[in-house]
C-alpha cells in the first residue's frame, strides 16, 4: 500500500451500534435484564415524520420505533420497523433481529 492508496479520512472511534428489532419493548427490557444496559430514551415516527422519502426508486413511507441509550461514549441505538417498506423491514425480513449499521466520528 502505497500513500497514494492511503484513506483519504481518519475515523476517531465508533459513535454508534445500531441493532434493528421486532419488538422494541422487549429488546430494550432484555438487555436491562441481561446486560444492565438502559436507560432508553424512546422515539416514535410515524410516517408523516419522514417527509420526500425515496425507497427503491418509488416514493415511499415508513414508520419506526428507536431507542437509544449511551455505553460510555458511544450511543446504542434500537430500531423497530412499524409501517411501510424500509432498509429497516427489509433487513428483518431477509436476516432477522441483529445489528444493522455502525456509525463512526470521522476526522477531516
Do not use: N
Not at 428489532?21 to 438502559?38: A, C, Y
Amino acid at each position: 500500500m502505497t500513500a497514494a492508496d492511503s484513506p483519504r479520512i481518519e475515523i476517531s472511534r465508533m459513535e454508534q451500534v445500531c441493532w434493528v428489532v421486532r419488538d422494541l419493548e422487549r429488546s430494550m427490557e432484555s438487555m436491562w435484564q441481561r446486560l444492565g444496559v438502559g436507560h432508553w430514551d424512546v422515539y416514535v415516527s410515524p410516517p408523516s415524520f419522514f417527509q420526500d422519502v425515496v425507497y427503491r426508486g418509488q416514493k415511499g413511507s415508513f414508520g419506526m420505533d428507536c431507542a437509544r441509550t449511551k455505553l460510555g461514549k458511544m450511543d446504542l441505538e434500537l430500531i423497530q420497523p412499524t409501517e411501510g417498506q424500509s432498509p429497516f423491514s427489509d433487513f428483518l425480513k431477509d436476516h432477522g433481529e441483529g445489528i444493522h449499521h455502525f456509525g463512526w466520528m470521522v476526522v477531516p
